[in-house]
């Protein structure tokens, strides 16, 4: 079945470091690639999409890039910040079909 | 103020009680969710309503009932629990565009549960 892959265990960073977080998918077809983020004590939110091959999403300075030829989604952000802190989950879906196949999230941990 | 509400935020119980959680969402979509959250796990899609009728049921134990009485409002009823059903429920909705859906969902901060 469709599904995410996402890197084991938590991240540890200092602030200002660069950030990468790796996920792949398993899926038939060409689906929808998503990235969200779960900030402490709160519910899951979106942070940026891509629909198909080579699409960039981006927002609040992270990027990741569909791509098809190695099934990946990875997350990037340059210069991290405390606020960063959070747990980011890579998902994948369907166009018009809303049942997201989520990976395991990955913890970010931001020092100062 | 987020946009859709859980309650109760924390909720502890036997595993012969009968509890129920809460989700509102005051953002007019049509279409909710149930999700189940267990540490090292990937979200596990419970139940689906679109248009509060149920369209989805990824095989949950009967000891989990959902209820969708509108389209603003969606319950989960707990009965005869297992300790290994504790987790963090979390509640989400979507509008679909020109009939379609987006893959954008809006979750609730969702429900603690333990189990005793």
């Known amino acids: 079945g469709d599904s995410v892959t996402q890197m084991e265990g938590p991240v540890t960073l200092s602030e200002e470091a660069f950030l990468t977080i790796n996920c792949t998918y398993t899926?038939?077809?060409?689906?929808?690639l998503f990235w969200y983020v779960q900030y402490p004590g709160e519910g899951l939110q979106l942070l940026l999409k891509a629909t198909k091959a080579d699409d960039k999403g981006s927002n609040k300075g992270f990027e990741a890039t569909y791509r098809k030829e190695t099934t990946s989604f990875h997350l990037e952000k340059g210069s991290v910040q405390v606020s960063d802190s959070a747990v980011y989950f890579c998902?994948?879906?369907?166009?018009?079909?809303?049942?997201?196949?989520f990976g395991k999230g990955n913890q970010v941990v931001v020092i100062p | 103020e987020t946009g859709v509400t859980q309650t109760p935020r924390h909720l502890v119980m036997g595993m012969t009680n009968k509890k129920s959680l809460k989700c509102e969402q005051h953002l007019g979509h049509n279409a909710m969710y149930w999700y189940k959250q267990s540490a090292k796990k990937p979200l596990e899609l419970m139940f689906v309503?679109?248009?509060?009728?149920?369209?989805e049921n990824n095989s949950v134990p009967s000891r989990f009932s959902p209820e969708c009485p509108n389209s603003s409002h969606l319950f989960l009823h707990l009965h005869t629990l297992q300790p290994e059903d504790s987790a963090l429920y979390l509640c989400?909705?979507?509008?679909?565009?020109?009939?379609?859906?987006?893959?954008?969902?809006?979750f609730g901060e969702g429900s603690r549960l333990t189990v005793l």
């Open positions: 989400a909705s979507s509008q679909p565009k020109r009939g379609l859906d987006t893959g954008e969902l809006f």
């Open positions: 309503y679109s248009l509060e009728e149920r369209v």
């Open positions: 998902a994948l879906s369907f166009y018009g079909n809303n049942r997201l196949a």
């Open positions: 899926a038939t077809g060409y689906p929808s």
